[in-house]
């Protein structure tokens, strides 16, 4: 079987396997949708008047900024990008990275719903070695696929 489609997600800070994901995309010669997922429940913390930050390094309380954070997760996007566009040539190997403000399982819900399986899932922070689970499409319900996250391992979705 031929997996047609890599989905890799990726979380604020996670992007680190973005170079060894695109390699394992090129290696399959499958196409590459990387999902970099901005919790909503995060950015909607940030913009409450109380929430605050402790440096790691000072360990100082400040104002958690908004306008900061929402430049952060910007600037680390446009890393995720480079790092694959490193690996792979958009000429000779297609390749997207979206950008998505919704739970894991919702955009990875979302990006399932336009097809490509057999696809191989990797959650975020995931270890591209570990033991792959498998599953139909079909039983991939919005249970199931919080479930599939959570467990952090890759999964290898079949068709109907």
């Known amino acids: 079987m031929t997996v047609r489609r890599v ?13 060894e994901v695109a390699r394992l995309a090129r290696d399959l010669r499958a196409e590459l949708l990387g999902l970099f997922i ?13 929430a605050a930050e402790v440096g790691f390094a000072s ?20 890393a995720l990008e480079r790092a694959i566009a490193a690996v792979l040539d958009p000429g000779a190997h297609a390749w997207s990275l979206r950008v998505a403000r919704a739970s894991p399982a919702d955009a ?10 057999p696809a191989l899932l990797v959650p975020p922070r995931s270890i591209l070695r570990a033991e792959r689970s498998v599953v139909r499409a079909a039983q991939l319900s ?17 068709p109907e």
């Open 59 to 78: 360990a100082a309380t400040r104002a958690l900024d908004p306008a900061a954070l929402e430049r952060a997760l910007r600037a680390q996007a446009a």
């Open 108 to 117: 990875v819900h979302a990006a399932l719903a336009e097809g490509y399986a």
């Open 7 to 19: 989905i890799a997600c990726f979380a604020p800070g996670g992007g680190a396997a973005a170079g």
């Open 38 to 50: 901005q919790d909503e429940a995060l950015l909607r913390f940030a913009a409450l008047p109380f």
């Open 142 to 158: 919005p249970e199931v696929l919080r479930e599939l996250l959570a467990a952090a391992r890759p999964v290898l979705i079949l």
